[in-house]
């Protein structure tokens, strides 16, 4: 019996200790597993995010050379040789794509019939709209990297200057941005559009790429140059502002050394989302017809193309649209990996 | 002494003894929405070459402007200002910009109260100390680099090599108030302002800095003004001392001077709310009574007279001025310690005790 006793009794103060160790070692396990479950599904939408990205980077850069097909009427002589080519092939014209399957009482279509082409259909003109989705995004990015860099050129240096030099600077360079934010931004896209575009034609053949993206600067500064302005006046109060002048510092090294690589972080992410706002007023103005001329495609000239025939080619539309919404899905979600990246240690504690 | 001292061609502006600051009847008031605040009122006192000046008040009376007003590191805006600073002979009130920038650093540099704010987060520790070297002397990089990862040794930060490519946060407190003092030292200027250097630190790292400035002093034949509210840390580390209250300098005298016949009121209640070592544990600390006054209307008369003991009718009705106890000890009171009506006074405040 007192064999039996002793190592019951013993361990009553044992087992609560053993108990305890598994117990703590389990919630101590479990606590950093799901974190880390978190954050790794994080990281993956963000890679997929990059992916997406870099294969959309790469083949506006070299659309040229991939076996792109039929996307426009560029590759042809004149255009009296693409209208004989559409003619010829008017069997092309608005194919479904080869997976999508549907009956329909008009048009009813079947998996692996022959009318069907390429992997996003075709259009009226029976071009591979895959290939005119891919031209598109050289235009579409173009567009919108050029306009933010620029706006972030101009509106950033207007920013640093006005937070920093205050006083009448500063407020001549926010009553002018708060002008141009009081604008509805449509308008006066369109405005500085046509006012910088050939208006004698009403076709829109003359219209460069220029004119869309001085307006889309002009929409992306004076958001960027108050954000910019903001951070810069918080900076520039801080204690190691006035270190770096009571060691002499000039205001042009203070500006560029001491202030702008705190604000920069800021400034990149919110350009990167800019960017995704800028692809998609670029798309507004491609579907009011004020966008880059009619045969070289852009999104959102592609969207509104097949917007009268959205009943029976759904495609035309809707495949565009579909890119569109996943590059600027995934521009933000880069936005937001960058700005969780960038967050700015300070020193404290 | 230090090698890349070599370099300065400003001979001129740093006599090797003798006088080297001579602040005269500065004053610094800032006009703001409710009335104009006498930060720094009227203050006049020198310092020699190699001297240790310490300059004490408690909060708000106007040491860290004082500092600032005599670098002339504040705002144009808002700001009335007036006397003069004279620096290695050469007047700074009336100095440009541009060649205010060339003794900022060389010849006169500041260390911060709060070594966590006075960093740039994002620049590396390396980079930041190497700016003034760059900028007043104009050394290559590479020579920069030598000559941190040897001021970085100087002020006791161990792997110095390392923490060049570290970041702020990657510090603690007690070595980001190294670096503050490394970069402060870089150019090897003749006065260093240490404005309130210890105020964030913990009390073992607050003397290893103390001692640190005064090693570099030695070795540098530096001057420094040592802000602070703590009339201990000062008693070790000057040869002279400023007592200000509201704007004003109340006492002024040599160290050993003012700590061993204290003239102002003020000295004395300061000194008091030290707490002291041979008292009994749970010894009340002694405190000033009332607030510091309100420097846009400061009280008519004495300006402590709000708060002092031995206040009399004629405190409040006429300014003391600064008068000399004995050479080189000023103070500016009706009743100073050792007078009648103080001997008075105390007695009774010892009977209700």
Not at chain 2, 42 to 69: A, N, P
Request: aromatic share 8%; hydrophobic share 45%; glycine share 8%.
């Amino acid at each position: 019996m007192s064999d039996t006793t002793v190592p019951t009794d013993d361990p009553t103060g044992d087992p609560t200790s053993n108990q305890a160790t598994p117990g703590t070692s389990v919630t101590e396990d479990s606590a950093p597993a799901t974190a880390k479950k978190f954050r790794r599904r994080g990281v993956v939408t963000m890679w997929l995010a990059v992916v997406w990205l870099v294969f959309l980077v790469f083949t506006a850069i070299g659309a040229s050379w991939l076996p792109y097909v039929n996307h426009s009427c560029d590759q042809f002589a004149d255009e009296a040789q693409c209208i004989t080519h559409i003619d010829t092939n008017a069997l092309l014209s608005e194919r479904p794509p080869v997976w999508a399957t549907f009956s329909d009482t008009t048009r009813p279509v079947v998996r692996d019939a022959a009318e069907r082409a390429g992997l996003f259909g075709t259009d009226t003109n029976g071009f591979d709209i895959f290939s005119r989705t891919m031209f598109g995004a050289r235009y579409s990015l173009l567009i919108g990297a050029l306009s933010i860099v620029f706006g972030i050129l101009i509106g950033g240096t207007l920013g640093l200057v006005a937070g920093y030099v205050g006083r009448r600077v500063d407020r001549v360079i926010d009553s002018i941005m708060n002008i141009f934010l009081a604008f509805p931004a449509l308008l006066l896209v369109i405005f500085i559009v046509g006012f910088f575009s050939d208006s004698g034609t009403t076709e829109a053949k003359s219209r460069s790429i220029v004119p869309i993206i001085f307006a889309l600067v002009i929409l992306s500064i004076p958001p960027i140059a108050r954000l910019v302005r903001a951070n810069t006046i918080v900076y520039a109060q801080r204690e190691f502002v006035t270190a770096a002048r009571s060691l002499g510092a000039r205001n042009s090294r203070i500006i560029t050394r001491e202030i702008l690589p705190n604000v920069f972080p800021a400034m990149v992410t919110f350009a990167i989302t800019g960017m995704a706002i800028l692809i998609v007023a670029e798309g507004a103005l491609a579907y009011l017809g004020l966008s880059v001329s009619a045969p070289n495609p852009t999104w959102g000239a592609m969207i509104f193309g097949g917007q009268s025939r959205l009943e029976t080619a759904w495609w035309m539309s809707i495949m565009p649209s579909a890119v569109m919404f996943l590059t600027v899905l995934s521009i933000n979600l880069l936005g937001d990996a960058l700005t969780e990246r960038f967050r700015i240690r300070e020193a404290i504690g | 002494m230090n090698d890349f001292r070599a370099n300065e061609t400003q001979t001129r502006l740093r006599p090797e003894s003798g006088e080297l600051l001579r602040i005269d009847d500065l004053y610094t008031h800032f006009s703001t929405a409710l009335g104009v605040v006498r930060a720094v009122d009227h203050v006049s006192f020198s310092l020699d070459r190699g001297e240790r000046l310490g300059i004490v008040g408690e909060s708000g009376c106007g040491k860290t402007i004082l500092s600032r007003s005599i670098m002339g590191l504040l705002p144009r805006r808002n700001v009335l200002r007036g006397g003069s600073v004279v620096f290695g002979g050469a007047e700074l009130t009336t100095m440009s910009l541009k060649d205010r920038r060339r003794i900022w650093g060389a010849e006169m540099a500041m260390i911060f109260q709060d070594p966590m704010t006075s960093l740039n987060p994002v620049i590396k520790i390396g980079k930041q100390l190497a700016e003034p070297l760059r900028v007043h002397l104009g050394m290559t990089k590479a020579d920069a680099r030598a000559t941190v990862l040897k001021l970085l040794q100087d002020v006791g930060i161990p792997e110095p090599d390392k923490r060049l490519d570290q970041y702020a946060h990657e510090l603690s407190g007690g070595m980001r108030q190294r670096v503050m003092i490394a970069m402060a030292l870089a150019c090897g200027p003749s006065v260093l302002f240490a404005d309130e250097p210890t105020t964030a630190l913990d009390v073992t790292v607050q003397a290893q800095i103390l001692d640190l400035i005064e090693r570099q002093r030695r070795e540098r034949n530096m001057s420094t003004i040592l802000v602070t509210h703590d009339l201990g840390v000062v008693a070790g580390h000057t040869d002279k001392i400023v007592v200000m209250y509201a704007g004003k300098i109340v006492e002024m005298a040599s160290t050993g001077s003012l700590f061993g016949a204290m003239k102002m009121p003020y000295t004395e209640a300061l000194f008091q709310s030290i707490p002291k070592l041979e008292q009994p544990a749970h010894t009340r600390l002694v405190t000033i009574g009332g607030r510091p006054p309100n420097l846009i209307h400061p009280p008519a008369g004495c300006r402590f007279s709000p708060r002092c003991p031995y206040a009399t009718d004629a405190c409040t009705t006429h300014e003391p001025p600064l008068v000399e106890a004995s050479p080189g000890h000023w103070f500016a009171c009706h009743h100073p310690v050792g007078s009648e009506r103080w001997h008075e006074v105390s007695v009774r405040r010892r009977e209700v005790a």
